[in-house]
């Protein structure tokens, strides 16, 4: 109980909020680097796992490949690129890792998506003359929505947790403040940092799933054929 509460003192300590080394700078390093991360897996897997359910080939392939890429921890990626030459660029091993790991999710989650459209919906827009790309953006899509946007409330949420390794090879982010809290033997600045990224991770969850309420409804693209 003393920790918690200890932790709660370090919390409402003003002086813990400001400078380059007070959360709001170290929560301002870890959004940029999930909002960075997060893009850049939505470009790199959901065009492809879009398109693979649109035709209905290698989505399987691809959903199990990158599934594989799963099982490899997270930190043992970041070692591995230390070791190479990206290893000379500021957060580019951090950034890759961490897009590896935030991939499977949107592409499995898009891809099944895509699979799960209602068949006849799809050759009732066919036999309304829709073109591939019309049927893409107009109906599949649509009717994806909600299964696409799940995928990338999960891929965030992993990625505001597993961001916190960059602090491990002298990053940013709210992991500075556990791994300093380690270094000065501060059991309440690491419990203080692990609660600011467990509410950080919830509060991206909340946004993410008020999205999800406001996402288009799958009879929409039934109605729509």
Sequence with gaps: MNTLTDAWSW???SAHWSGPDGIWNRLGEHLFLTVVCLLISCALALPVALWLGHIGKGGALAVNLSNIGRAVPTFAVLVLLLLTPVGRWDQGPTIIALVLFSIPPLLTNAYVG???VDPDVVRAARGMGMTGRQMLRQVELPLALPLVLTGVRIAAVQLVATATLAALVGGGGLGRIITAGFNLASTPQVVAGAVLVAV??????????AGLRLAPDRNRGREAA
């Design 114 to 116: 895509m699979r799960e």
């Design 200 to 209: 950080f991770a919830l509060l991206v969850e909340g946004l993410f799933e």
């Design 11 to 13: 919390l409402t300590t």
